[in-house]
């Protein structure tokens, strides 16, 4: 039934943007924060794990292991 393949899309199209806008109305209600990079300052994605971003924890672990290679 082709006729409902395109409904049952319509209605997943429609659900996503519903909890969509619930979940941004659920972060604007409770003025989360967002967590910065302690480095550079950059935004953090909610939930990521690290006190660093990747592009200043690479240049971190490149300083860290040229230092390494100096000393010996």
């Not at 619930?22 to 690290?50: A, H, Q, S, W």
């Amino acid at each position: 039934m082709p006729g409902r393949q395109n409904w049952d899309k319509n209605l997943i199209r429609k659900r996503k943007k519903e909890i969509s806008k619930e979940l941004t109305d659920t972060i604007r209600e409770k003025k989360l924060k967002r967590r910065r990079c302690m480095v550079c300052g950059r935004n953090l994605p909610f939930g990521y794990p690290y006190k660093l971003c990747q592009p200043c924890f690479e240049k971190k672990k490149f300083f860290e292991d040229f230092f390494e290679t100096v000393d010996t």
